[in-house]
């Protein structure tokens, strides 16, 4: 493995992006290979089997193209795959989610009560309860699937009248009461960021995964003597099956007109 090799990151659709965006901002000499599966998207309406043969197939597909590291820029496939990424790959290439980074710097955090927010295959795995109650037995967590929120993003649905409604009655469900913080468990979702704080007027803590995450990328890479400090070298996109606002949003989040390749997987 060489320092030059690029980073691979992989989400749904366009959610990943902010973690991938998060990462170049870190770590600017960094190339990326992203792979969107936006043909199965969401994975959050996606069977445990299904994520999983999914995830299985894109990091295969981004080694072969010389990634150094697989970011799972996705919660319902951290979820579902990333543990057993990890021992498939162990000693090979290093597997990093984007769950538990989150977690250990909720833990960490004197909070009482968390809100978690994300698509019904994360809130169903029961994983950052698990989780948290294990670092931290006391911290009380109330989650909530909110499968409107990623395709709605995924359209460009978000910052207008509408989306605020719609994230407003998911917010003001019974079960977050009482809350200090709240986990956006969604790569979608630093997308709504904005319409959260403004629920919230300042008076939760909103959790975006995404500079986390990058940070554990960057401990990782360090830890390896894999972070690269040259000439930035091109990044490449990938997806299952294009799509304008797919291609939309990457122009947005890199700044730039971007190449983009569809591959089946």
């Not at 981004?62 to 590291?69: F, H, N, T, Y």
């Not at 809100?115 to 989650?143: D, F, N, W, Y």
């Amino acid at each position: 493995m060489k320092a030059a090799q690029p980073i691979g990151v992989f989400d749904s659709g366009i959610g990943g992006m902010t973690v991938a965006r998060a990462i170049q901002n870190m770590l600017p000499h960094e190339a990326m290979i992203y792979f969107g599966d936006t043909e199965h998207m969401p994975y959050g309406d996606r069977s445990a089997d299904h994520i999983m043969g999914y995830s299985e197939k894109i990091t295969e597909f981004l080694i072969s193209r010389g990634a150094k590291i697989i970011v799972i820029a996705c919660n319902s496939a951290s979820a579902v795959a990333c543990e057993t990424l990890r021992e498939k790959y162990r000693g090979q290439i290093d597997v990093i989610g984007v769950i538990s980074p989150v977690v250990d710097y909720i833990t960490s955090r004197p909070y009482k009560k968390v809100g978690i927010i994300g698509t019904k295959a994360t809130i169903g795995s029961h994983i950052h309860e698990r989780l948290i109650r294990e670092q931290s037995p006391a911290m009380k967590v109330a989650a909530l699937a909110t499968p409107l929120l990623a395709p709605m993003i995924e359209e460009g649905f978000y910052n207008n009248s509408i989306s605020q409604t719609i994230i407003n009655s998911y917010l003001s469900n019974w079960r977050f009461k009482g809350v200090e913080a709240m986990v956006l468990a969604c790569t979608h979702y630093p997308l709504i960021k904005k319409e959260i704080l403004k629920y919230y007027q300042k008076h939760v803590d909103v959790v975006d995964t995404t500079e986390i995450v990058a940070e554990a990328v960057r401990k990782s890479l360090s830890e390896q003597k894999l972070l690269y400090t040259g000439k930035k070298k091109p990044d490449h996109f990938y997806v299952s099956e294009y799509t304008e606002s797919f291609e939309k949003t990457t122009r947005i989040f890199f700044a730039k007109q971007v190449k983009i390749e569809e591959v089946e997987i």
